[in-house]
């Protein structure tokens, strides 16, 4: 069976498929000697692939962690800022991983972990619409006709917003605390709805991401989800 050589790449948890199509495009991949190109090329797994010159890790059964992210850490592998990263944090037995979508630096909460970067790709299709569930803190005047209104979707500073439901959870003075779900996931989303609505959100929790639960998960903390769990999950839609 063959596939495309960045699809490969993704299987083997070595990076995205949007990232291993960036190194081949540097001309960091070798199959069999050859300087590759084209992220198109096909590989049966058969081939001495190379990256940088190095072998590549060998395929594993795929994997998939909760992982609770405290507010203050960046979601990439390397920070062009040098601020703490959610991978240097991670406990040292993890092996390599990559995320499953993004929380920004000053958010928090459920953040999903993978060995393998097909199934970060999958889970993020647009066309799953795996639901995301957040608890935020807003500072301002909440206007419930406009939190409501936003189940229509919306468009902000040009950018079209998909259906969004927000609903007060508690006061107290000038904070409000509001239960969002939405199922895009769109950049920095919630926040910038917020803001077109005139609220500032000043904390915001990820509670959770498609099936998968924070629960009781405290920030920092790694939990394995098991693997009959994953296979009742995405098996149907998904090779495991």
């Not at 199934?119 to 803190?137: D, F, G, H, T």
């Not at 206007?143 to 508690?170: H, M, R, T």
């Amino acid at each position: 069976m063959t596939m495309r050589i960045a699809k490969y790449l993704a299987r083997l948890g070595v990076c995205s498929r949007r990232e291993a199509e960036k190194l081949i495009a540097q001309e960091r991949v070798t199959v069999n000697g050859e300087v590759l190109s084209d992220a198109a090329f096909n590989v049966t797994g058969d081939e001495k692939i190379l990256l940088d010159g190095e072998k590549l890790p060998q395929k594993q059964i795929t994997r998939l962690w909760l992982y609770h992210k405290p507010a203050g850490l960046v979601t990439t592998h390397k920070d062009e800022k040098n601020r703490p990263t959610v991978f240097d944090n991670l406990p040292p037995n993890m092996p390599r991983v990559i995320s499953i979508g993004r929380l920004d630096l000053n958010s928090e909460g459920l953040l999903l972990l993978t060995n393998d970067g097909e199934l970060s790709r999958y889970i993020e299709l647009p066309s799953n619409a795996w639901v995301r569930r957040y608890k935020v803190r807003v500072f301002g005047n909440v206007d419930e006709k406009k939190l409501k209104d936003l189940q229509n979707g919306i468009v902000a500073d040009g950018v079209e917003y998909g259906p969004i439901k927000a609903v007060i959870e508690s006061k107290q003075g000038a904070n409000t605390w509001l239960m969002v779900s939405l199922s895009e996931g769109k950049n920095r989303e919630v926040r910038k709805v917020m803001k077109h609505i005139g609220l500032e959100v000043s904390r915001l929790i990820r509670l959770s991401y498609g099936p998968f639960q924070l629960g009781s998960l405290k920030k920092g903390e790694v939990k394995e989800v098991p693997h009959k769990t994953l296979v009742e999950q995405l098996g149907s839609k998904f090779e495991l």
